[in-house]
């Protein structure tokens, strides 16, 4: 973070610090929710995949293989298998799948 930008946010927390009569949080907690917000605000590197594979992988996840059959014989025949061997989209799948599994966005899902 530039130095610029620290100082901006110093003088925000130390304005509602002061603003509240200093009795509410202390200002180390009024700097740390203005770099909390801060850093949310800024951008971060996002992994994403196309609506129409995580529809695909959100039927392949209700899919009961025991009944069906081969996993594999089903990642082909919907045409999984293309999107899936270009690097690194097996590794955007499986982070995909597990977010899924412990109930956290992981990936972002986007048109297309």
Known sequence: MKREV????????????SSQGNNSFTFKHHL????DD???EQQQ???TIPK???DKLDKFIKT???SLGHEDWWIQENGLIEWFSKTPNCYIKDA???GKAIGVTLVKVVEG
């Open 45 to 47: 590197p996002q992994l």
């Open 52 to 54: 129409s594979i995580a």
């Open 32 to 35: 740390f929710a203005v770099l």
């Open 6 to 17: 620290f100082d901006d946010l110093w003088d925000k927390a130390d304005k509602e610090h």
């Open 64 to 66: 009961d293989f025991e």
């Open 38 to 40: 801060e850093l949310k």
């Open 96 to 98: 995909y799948l597990a």
